[in-house]
């Protein structure tokens, strides 16, 4: 079982809804942190958490410790929010990141 | 501001070939990480360095090795290359003492 999941693996919303990713994981973290990859692979980091709540810009992350449990909120999506979003975890500062298997989001017009 | 640059961004090797991908990470970062993404997969880590040491071990194969030099740039060393190996390499470096790491754009290695 991988120690992080997320959920779900494939997502396509119309241009403007609000978008919810989540993601578990079972081991004691630093950090979780979410990431974007566009086609082409590059690899972006969006939030970094160790409680609570992060905004920038349209996009939020939140974190519950006690449920080990993430998500990434999107408002007023856009076609350019589409992309691959992963969600990983740290467990100790300066580790390696576990990664989630992703969640496909396709933003159609 | 500098990021992460990988060189090259795109390899083709046949196999049984070697490969070197080069990683130079952002100025004053002292610990570097090395992924493999193969195709519709998560990225796997392979292994880290910190201050020229290897500081963790992820699963890289015996066939592949990898060092931190003294300018804090890192080198991955592929040999006798295999068809699986065809993946996205991944380099992402950091301020050890800080959680948050920066990935460079990836070199895609593909094996014939």
């Known amino acids: 079982k991988n120690e992080v999941e997320q959920s779900p693996q494939n997502l396509t919303a119309q241009e403007g809804e609000f978008i919810t990713i989540n993601c578990s994981y079972s081991v004691g973290i630093s950090a979780l942190h979410w990431l974007q990859q566009h086609p082409g692979g590059g690899i972006v980091s969006l939030f970094m958490?160790?409680?609570g709540k992060k905004k920038h810009g349209r996009l939020i992350a939140t974190i519950n410790i006690q449920e080990k449990h993430s998500s990434l909120h999107i408002t007023a999506s856009h076609p350019r929010d589409s992309a691959v979003y992963i969600c990983?975890?740290?467990?100790?500062?300066?580790?390696?990141?576990?990664f989630g298997t992703g969640t496909s989001l396709t933003v159609i017009p | 501001a500098a990021g992460v640059i990988q060189s090259p961004r795109h390899l083709i090797k046949e196999k049984r070939e070697t490969a070197t991908l080069k990683c130079y990470p952002i100025?004053?970062?002292?610990?570097v990480y090395w992924y493999q993404q193969g195709p519709g997969q998560d990225p796997q880590f392979l292994i880290s360095f910190y201050e020229k040491m290897q500081s963790d071990k992820g699963s890289i194969p015996d066939r592949f090795s990898a060092q931190q030099f003294s300018d804090y740039h890192s080198e991955l060393n592929m040999s006798s290359l295999e068809l699986g190996d065809s993946a996205l390499y991944f380099c992402a470096s950091n301020l050890e003492v800080e959680g948050e790491q920066y990935f460079g754009p990836g070199t895609r290695l593909t094996v014939t």
């Open positions: 958490l160790s409680s």
């Open positions: 100025p004053r970062h002292d610990t």
């Open positions: 990983a975890v740290s467990r100790y500062t300066g580790n390696q990141f576990y």
